[in-house]
């Protein structure tokens, strides 16, 4: 996930999706949840 989306996604400019937060969460070793 490109830097850009993360700030976008973080400032709400950008929806995150279950898609995108399966990703951050298994980086980042958190349930998905955590961002929707």
Do not use: C, D, T, W
């Not at 400032?11 to 990703?23: L, M, S, V």
């Amino acid at each position: 996930i490109p830097q850009s989306h993360i700030s976008e996604m973080e400032n709400g400019k950008r929806p995150i999706g279950k898609k995108r937060a399966k990703i951050l969460a298994k980086a980042l070793k958190v349930g998905y949840k955590v961002f929707l």
